[in-house]
């Protein structure tokens, strides 16, 4: 987000993230029934009434009580909503607000919140510089509507979202099949980008080497070439934990795939059974599957360094920019983003989305899985708070970059950071492959 100076308009710049945030919450929690909210539909996903008033707990904890020093509302609340006392497991045994009851918290809260931001003094001190603590609770509200969007895709039932499908793009059979992404030092990270998290400062030099990166995502097409060539079966293509995983979980295709009449492959998405398309980028997979396919086409995963790289770069005036075509924020034109469709557009789509290497939906459609794990960078500091990253650093969480169709632009940006365990499949995540350029 292109973050005003003048305090009138970041105050409005925060109350639209602010609304916006919330009308996906309501669309995402008032197309359902009571039933269907409070029952839990997956044991890796909060019932969606959790992520409801969680999200409230959370602006109020840190909007009105942290920023304007009020007291607690429901006190006796806190505990149920605080993501670290209970597991997602867990969840849906505790003595939860009833929806209504939950709804009318939120809206409380919001209520306050919009009071509260009128008079609020952007000077008072390095939370509210700029807005950041606002713009970081648009991002959590909008980073539980996505998880809540993953929770849509794995109920079962009759479909209850629309949206209309991404347009193709007129070039897509003309594109490379790779570009090349020049060696040498860049800038990753940011110590400017106003509401950039802690996890994404601070800005930093890193040297990468020149590489070769795919135009666009991994599609449905080459993955069943994959699968058709046996690619779950052929243990040398994976590493060992991967293989260990596939052989435990008994992986053969990604999640939400079925194999239909003649051998073509079906999948459900949001309650809808169709053909895989095979244009797409594929989705649901986890990172074990995309380092196989990679080892399999004879490829590996980007590393992270090469992702953003790749993505912000500019070889031209040699510093990284905010987005892959440039500095300003994204719109329709430029990537798919905020559910705006309900599926990534076809592989080669929004070429004004283009990187100056020429790779396309480097931002929006499928979050990338990385090669990386999640590190913090040199001279991290955690803020504001220690559990929002610096706990899940290490080798057990893998790096995802760019956002997907599901991911709103105020939580979506060159620099910013996912990360999830290697085995995860429900979140809207694809990949690309790389290699490395001959340096001959
Ligand atoms: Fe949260």
Same mark, same amino acid.
């Given at each position: 987000? #292109?973050i005003a100076?003048?305090?009138a308009t970041?105050?409005?710049?925060?109350?639209?993230?602010?609304t916006?945030?919330r009308?996906?919450?309501?669309?995402l +929690?008032?197309?359902?029934?009571?039933?269907?909210?409070t029952? $839990?539909?997956?044991p890796?996903?909060s019932?969606?009434?959790?992520?409801? !008033?969680?999200?409230?707990?959370?602006?109020?904890l840190?909007?009105?009580?942290?920023?304007?020093?009020?007291?607690?509302?429901? *006190?006796?609340?806190d505990?149920?909503?605080?993501?670290?006392?209970?597991?997602?497991?867990?969840? *849906?045994?505790?003595p939860?607000?009833?929806?209504?009851q939950?709804r009318?918290?939120?809206?409380d809260?919001r209520?306050?919140?919009?009071?509260l931001?009128?008079?609020?003094?952007? !000077?008072?001190g390095? /939370?509210?510089d700029?807005?950041?603590v606002?713009?970081?609770?648009?991002?959590h509200?909008?980073q539980?509507d996505? #998880?809540m969007?993953? #929770?849509?895709?794995?109920?079962q039932?009759?479909?209850?979202?629309?949206?209309? *499908?991404?347009?193709p793009p007129?070039?897509?059979?003309?594109?490379? !099949?790779?570009?090349?992404?020049p060696g040498g030092q860049?800038t990753?990270?940011?110590? +400017?980008?106003?509401?950039?998290?802690d996890?994404?400062?601070?800005?930093h030099?890193?040297?990468v080497?020149?590489?070769?990166?795919?135009?666009?995502p991994?599609t449905?097409?080459?993955f069943?070439?994959?699968?058709?060539?046996g690619?779950?079966?052929?243990?040398?293509v994976?590493?060992?934990?991967?293989?260990?995983?596939?052989? $435990?979980?008994?992986l053969?295709?990604?999640?939400? %795939?079925?194999?239909?009449?003649?051998?073509? %492959?079906?999948?459900?998405?949001f309650?809808? +059974?169709?053909?895989v398309?095979?244009?797409?980028?594929?989705?649901?997979v986890?990172?074990y599957?995309?380092?196989a396919?990679a080892? %399999?086409a004879?490829?590996? /995963?980007?590393t992270?360094?090469e992702?953003?790289?790749?993505?912000?770069?500019?070889?031209?005036?040699?510093r990284?920019?905010r987005?892959?075509?440039?500095?300003q924020?994204p #719109?329709?034109a430029?990537?798919?983003?905020? $559910?705006?469709?309900?599926?990534?557009?076809?592989a080669?789509s929004?070429?004004?989305?283009?990187?100056p290497?020429?790779a396309r939906?480097?931002?929006g459609?499928? %979050?990338?899985w990385?090669?990386s794990?999640f590190?913090?960078?040199?001279?991290?500091?955690a803020?504001p708070?220690?559990?929002?990253?610096?706990?899940?650093f290490?080798?057990d969480?893998?790096?995802?970059?760019g956002?997907a169709f599901s991911a709103d632009?105020?939580?979506c940006r060159g620099?910013?950071?996912?990360?999830?365990?290697?085995?995860r499949?429900?979140i809207?995540?694809?990949?690309? +492959?790389?290699?490395?350029?001959?340096?001959?």
């Amino acid at each position: 987000m #292109t973050i005003a100076a003048d305090a009138a308009t970041l105050r409005g710049e925060i109350a639209a993230r602010l609304t916006a945030a919330r009308s996906r919450t309501r669309a995402l +929690t008032d197309c359902v029934d009571d039933a269907d909210l409070t029952r $839990q539909h997956s044991p890796l996903m909060s019932p969606l009434v959790w992520d409801l !008033a969680h999200v409230a707990n959370q602006e109020e904890l840190w909007l009105l009580r942290g920023v304007g020093g009020r007291d607690p509302m429901h *006190p006796e609340i806190d505990p149920l909503y605080d993501a670290f006392q209970h597991p997602r497991t867990e969840r *849906p045994a505790l003595p939860l607000l009833p929806p209504e009851q939950a709804r009318r918290y939120a809206s409380d809260v919001r209520g306050r919140v919009l009071d509260l931001l009128e008079r609020v003094s952007f !000077a008072a001190g390095p /939370l509210v510089d700029r807005g950041f603590v606002f713009g970081m609770i648009a991002q959590h509200e909008q980073q539980h509507d996505e #998880t809540m969007l993953a #929770t849509h895709q794995l109920r079962q039932g009759s479909a209850v979202l629309s949206a209309p *499908p991404p347009r193709p793009p007129g070039d897509v059979l003309r594109l490379p !099949a790779e570009v090349l992404v020049p060696g040498g030092q860049f800038t990753m990270g940011t110590s +400017t980008e106003p509401w950039a998290l802690d996890n994404e400062r601070p800005a930093h030099e890193i040297d990468v080497l020149p590489f070769y990166l795919d135009t666009t995502p991994v599609t449905n097409a080459a993955f069943a070439e994959f699968i058709a060539d046996g690619g779950y079966y052929e243990r040398r293509v994976w590493s060992p934990a991967g293989w260990q995983h596939r052989q $435990q979980a008994s992986l053969t295709a990604p999640l939400f %795939w079925q194999q239909g009449g003649g051998g073509q %492959w079906l999948r459900r998405r949001f309650g809808v +059974t169709e053909p895989v398309p095979p244009a797409e980028p594929v989705m649901h997979v986890c990172w074990y599957e995309a380092d196989a396919y990679a080892r %399999w086409a004879g490829r590996r /995963l980007p590393t992270e360094a090469e992702w953003e790289k790749a993505a912000r770069h500019d070889p031209v005036t040699g510093r990284s920019r905010r987005y892959p075509w440039g500095d300003q924020d994204p #719109t329709p034109a430029l990537a798919n983003l905020g $559910q705006r469709h309900l599926q990534p557009a076809v592989a080669g789509s929004y070429p004004d989305g283009a990187a100056p290497s020429g790779a396309r939906q480097l931002i929006g459609d499928v %979050w990338e899985w990385t090669a990386s794990d999640f590190l913090p960078y040199p001279g991290f500091k955690a803020w504001p708070y220690r559990e929002y990253s610096e706990v899940f650093f290490g080798s057990d969480y893998k790096v995802l970059r760019g956002g997907a169709f599901s991911a709103d632009q105020v939580a979506c940006r060159g620099t910013f950071r996912n990360w999830d365990y290697p085995i995860r499949r429900q979140i809207f995540a694809g990949f690309r +492959t790389a290699r490395d350029a001959d340096l001959a």
